[in-house]
């Protein structure tokens, strides 16, 4: 069985798959680390981010830089939907994704393109939403909790930024699959957007 999650940054989609991976037993790919990772890399060996040659040379990052917690910030996410944006890149990490949606058994992949274009033969998707505000709330809280200080409005300012910028490229933009069913979290805590995401992968199977 192969779960797609799709969404926005912030949206949840991490969550839900992380639980739905441990529910059904199957492993899980957070996706955006690989991209997270090609833009960490490319910012330490000095490239631009704009540069399509800087950011594919990146995509050979060392497995190492996947575990570093610079990964997680949130100038990494911008950097990460920056890189994301060359086609090149998007081939290079292609096949690994492929590889991992089709392990023996099944997999959970969550990102911006599992269901339009690493997996569009996967058997539920999900698309997992929630409102700018909502979201940059939830990130807010989530920096508290790291002990960092966290401006809700510069937030939700960068959120939509990037929805902008993962929603309008070219190349693979975040957009709901035909086939995909959506999952709106604004007003659902994560238990509750948990339950309602393993019934609808439930219904689906
Ligand atoms: O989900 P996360 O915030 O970690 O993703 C970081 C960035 O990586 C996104 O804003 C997006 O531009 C890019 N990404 C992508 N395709 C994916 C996963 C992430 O383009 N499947």
Redesign the pocket.
């Known amino acids: 069985m192969i779960i797609a999650v799709?969404g926005p940054?912030a949206s949840g989609?991490?969550t839900i798959a992380r639980a739905l991976a441990a529910y059904f037993g199957l492993p899980h790919l957070?996706?955006?680390?690989?991209?997270?990772a090609v833009g960490l890399t490319l910012k330490r060996a000095g490239g631009d981010p704009a540069s399509e040659a800087d950011a594919a040379a990146a995509t050979g990052f060392a497995d190492g830089v996947l575990a570093d917690p610079e990964l997680r910030t949130e100038a990494t996410?911008a950097l990460?939907?920056r890189v994301?944006?060359h086609p090149a890149v998007?081939a290079a990490l292609m096949a690994r994704?492929r590889a991992f949606a089709h392990r023996p058994g099944g997999a959970v992949l969550?990102?911006?393109?599992?269901g339009t274009v690493?997996a569009p033969e996967a058997d539920v998707k999900l698309y997992v939403t929630a409102s700018p505000r909502v979201r940059a709330e939830r990130r807010a809280v989530e920096m508290a909790g790291r002990g960092l200080i966290a401006d809700v409005d510069a937030m939700e300012a960068e959120i939509r930024a990037?929805d902008a910028?993962?929603m309008g490229r070219d190349h693979?933009p975040?957009a709901q699959a035909d086939d995909a069913d959506l999952l709106d979290t604004s007003e659902l805590s994560i238990d509750a957007a948990i339950q309602r995401a393993i019934a609808l992968v439930e219904a689906r199977v």
């Open positions: 799709d940054a989609k991490g957070d996706t955006g680390l690989l991209y997270r996410g990460a939907s994301s944006a998007r994704q969550d990102g911006r393109d599992i690493i990037r910028r993962d693979a975040l």
